[in-house]
């Protein structure tokens, strides 16, 4: 089946660089597409989301940016800070599934150092 | 509201017990998950109840059965655990619209 993934297993940066994690999905039926953030034993926890309608959408200190001709997604985090460390995770919702399950991607593990 | 809660936090079985994970949220979402998740990927979806009264399979169904005992509880059974069993369970929840899901804190099972 299509799935989700993720181009990066892990990215390390510097505390105060701005940090991009990609992500490349594959049905062109998804129409909702969902950043999580993942710390160590704990739930994902949502960051930001956006519509298959959207190019662009921003949060606080986060934008997610869609390419739907490449089908390809990123999360931006701005001044990135060691609280920042975790795994992020991508999904997506189709269009054509019943109610509203996700397909995630394997994560990129995000390391800040100071 | 305390969202989504997950009970037990840890559990240890024995091949072939078996035992029931419980799920509850006071969000009042009408649709509810069970994923688990691997050393090294993403959550795998397992069951899910879109509402109500209504569930249906995932993308790693087997080994597994689901009950939605109303709107706020869904658990997730291993009538047999196996050690391929062994795994972080999620839970999660979301109402209308788009889809957003509010995950619990997990339960971390192992099977010997």
């Known amino acids: 089946g299509e799935s989700v993934g993720l181009h990066l297993p892990t990215l390390s940066v510097q505390e105060g660089d701005n940090s991009i994690i990609n992500c490349a999905y594959s049905n062109s039926a998804s129409d909702y597409f969902i950043w999580y953030k993942q710390e160590s034993g704990k739930g994902p926890q949502f960051i930001i989301d956006i519509r298959s309608n959207m190019d662009k959408r921003q949060g606080q200190r986060v934008t997610v940016l869609l390419n739907k001709t490449v089908k390809h997604l990123s999360l931006q985090i701005a001044a990135t800070q060691p609280g920042d460390s975790a795994v992020y995770f991508c999904a997506e919702k189709e269009a054509n599934q019943a109610g509203t399950a996700l397909i995630f991607g394997k994560g990129t593990t995000l390391s800040v150092s100071s | 509201n305390a969202g989504v809660t997950q009970t037990p936090k840890f559990q240890v079985l024995k091949t072939g017990q078996s035992m029931t994970l419980q799920c509850a949220q006071d969000?009042?979402?009408?649709?509810m998950y069970w994923y688990r998740q691997d050393p090294g990927m993403g959550l795998r979806l397992i069951y899910y109840s879109a509402s109500e009264g209504t569930t249906d399979k995932g993308e790693v169904p087997n080994g597994y059965n689901v009950s939605r005992l109303n709107k706020r509880e869904f658990s997730l059974r291993l009538e047999s655990a196996a050690p391929s069993q062994t795994s972080v369970y999620f839970c999660?929840?979301?109402?209308?619209?788009?889809?957003?899901?509010?995950f619990g804190p997990g339960t971390r099972l192992t099977v010997l």
């Open positions: 999660a929840s979301s109402g209308q619209g788009l889809g957003e899901q509010f």
């Open positions: 969000m009042n979402h009408n649709s």
